[in-house]
């Protein structure tokens, strides 16, 4: 029995991390990549490299990242080729799986400079949460705010006032797997994308850590019942 119990542990501990499923993400609002045990939900991640894409890269870059790294997201090297294959580079070339990501020209709204989102997650407080309440939190300003020429209201960003426009609408990007792109989905699937792009290992570090924590238990388990086997053949 007790041998019964050591393997059913481990095989639930084992799995656990690893074998996540892609959840809905907006209702409630909720992120695989959340808590010691999340882990990246892939189609989401691939759904938001389509949002980043389509929508962010004409004015922020993720100089960290090379095409080839997309492979991780579950996409085939033959896609990856593919998507590499349709950017022109600064150079006039087109870019290859081994090309960073295409930088986009420098601009500066209202003296703003648009930053890299290769670690943006890491960088602000909420992570993952955060990028999410920023790209939905654009409206109108209220009573008494007069916004500064050149920007927008957001109520995510401290102080309400930011140079980035509202820049994602319905239907922004087509989703391949035909989910529906409203503006919240397209948030929450680029932010799970920088997620992503912030700690590419999360899922494996987070399914290694579980192991680690099962196993170190296992013997502790092993550890306190021999003692009081030791213990019971010496009295």
Known sequence: MMRRFFASLLAGGLLAGVGAHAQDTLAPL?????????????AAAQRGF???QGVCASCHGMKALHYRDLEALGLTPEQVAGIAAGVKLADGH???PNSRFKQPPLVSRGGAVPPDLSSIVAQRSGGTHYIYDFLT????????VTLLPGHSYNGAFPGGQVAMPAVLHDNAVAYADGTKATTAQEAADVAEFLTWSADPNLSTR???GVRAVIFFAFLVIVAVLTKRRIWRERG
């Open 94 to 96: 087109a870019a290859t």
């Open 50 to 52: 389509a949002v980043y």
């Open 30 to 42: 909720r992120f695989q990549s959340d808590g010691v045990f999340g882990s990246i939900d892939l």
């Open 206 to 208: 987070h399914a290694v």
């Open 137 to 144: 939190g654009f409206g109108p300003a209220p009573a008494g």
